[in-house]
């Protein structure tokens, strides 16, 4: 019955219980997307009794309601999928996903990752353990790397050339003003394969949910099928 569960994973249930917990033990609204009503109700104050106006603000209440479940949906479903795909690659099985856990993605990176990605990041190590397992594969040709270098000069002066205000692609900078190449490398490398191991990590979880089917409430926030869509990440 669909009361069960929360999505089918190729035929396999995901029971709506892990939704449940997520969202009686985790954040009470996502970064983005679905909390925006909620926000709104309280400036414009919920506990009014003004008929037409109290209903509207009732009816957005539920339906951001329903919006943090299919939230909350896709942050799980992210966690099932990934644990399924450590399996398949032979990494060592994560622990239980928790949505008590202190979130461990940077507030700036919510907003390039999508809110229902940087919580499954947050709060699924099977998520993590997949990302960085993408990461390490991310092959990056030395030309690559300097080529980065070259065209980003400006992320490299050094302190004395930022407070002298130097132009870094002035033919007046000399090789004093930058870092050298060689200490910069280093961290360009991790910059970059992070850039292409979350690529990678986005291109995985688009083929992976090919094979989801959701149950009514349950659908993704986005999905313009139901009433309460609204596509935001």
């Not at 980003?152 to 407070?163: H, I, K, S, Y």
């Not at 870094?168 to 991790?190: N, Q």
């Amino acid at each position: 019955m669909t009361e069960e569960y929360a999505a089918r994973v190729n035929g396999e249930t995901v029971p709506k219980e892990r939704v449940d917990t997520f969202l009686a033990q985790g954040p009470t609204t996502p970064p983005r997307g679905a909390g925006r009503v909620d926000m709104r109700l309280r400036r414009e104050g919920a506990t009014s009794h003004n008929g037409p106006a109290a209903e509207r603000r009732h009816s957005a209440a539920l339906a951001a309601e329903r919006q943090r479940r299919r939230w909350a949906t896709q942050v799980v479903l992210v966690d099932e999928l990934a644990r399924r795909t450590c399996a398949k690659r032979g990494l060592p099985a994560p622990p239980e996903m928790s949505s008590s856990l202190t979130p461990t993605v940077p507030e700036a990176d919510v907003a390039d990752l999508g809110s229902i990605v940087a919580a499954a990041l947050a709060h699924s190590p099977a998520a993590r353990a997949l990302l960085a397992a993408l990461e390490g594969e991310q092959l990056l040709p030395e030309e690559a790397v300097r080529e980065y270098y070259d065209l980003n000069r400006d992320r490299f002066l050094t302190p004395e050339a930022l407070r002298r205000g130097v132009d870094p692609f002035d033919d007046a900078a000399g090789p004093a003003d930058l870092l050298p190449y060689e200490h910069a490398r280093e961290g360009i490398v991790r910059e970059l394969q992070q850039a292409l191991g979350r690529r990678a990590f986005f291109d995985w979880l688009d083929r992976a949910r090919t094979g989801v089917e959701y149950a009514p409430g349950h659908e993704h926030p986005g999905d313009p099928s139901h009433a309460d869509h609204e596509h935001r990440h």
